[in-house]
């Protein structure tokens, strides 16, 4: 059974840090690209930041400079350091884990920036 549990998600205030984590089982996890998404209500899920298996990254213009995504996988986790935030930040943030195309998710954790 594979499970993605994010964490670290809650209310911060505009120009404040967030880390975000994400575990990960049932998977190979060292196989996998893995990375953040989020989605505000009425919005399509984003792409926030992704990292390949061979440590590769990508981020979406809106948070380049502002967040770093990392990965260990001795401990099957990815993680996202989110700084200077701000109140378009708010969502949802859910990690994700694929592999050509064979994709999971996690619940989903919420982000709350206010002003």
């Known amino acids: 059974q594979v499970q993605l549990v994010e964490s670290g998600g809650g209310l911060v205030q505009a120009g404040g840090s967030l880390r975000l984590s994400c575990a990960a089982s049932?998977?190979?996890?060292?196989?996998?690209?893995v990375g953040w998404y989020r989605q505000v209500p009425g919005k399509q899920r984003e792409l926030v930041a992704t990292?390949?298996?061979?440590?590769?990254?990508k981020y979406a213009d809106s948070v380049k400079g502002r967040f770093t995504i990392s990965r260990d996988n001795a401990k099957n986790t990815v993680s996202l350091q989110m700084n200077s935030l701000n109140p378009e930040d708010t969502a949802v943030y859910y990690c994700?884990?694929?592999?050509?195309?064979?994709?999971?998710w996690g619940q989903g954790t919420q982000v709350t920036v206010s002003s």
């Open positions: 994700n884990a694929n592999l050509y195309g064979n994709e999971y």
């Open positions: 049932g998977i190979t996890f060292e196989l996998y690209a």
């Open positions: 990292i390949t298996r061979y440590g590769s990254t």
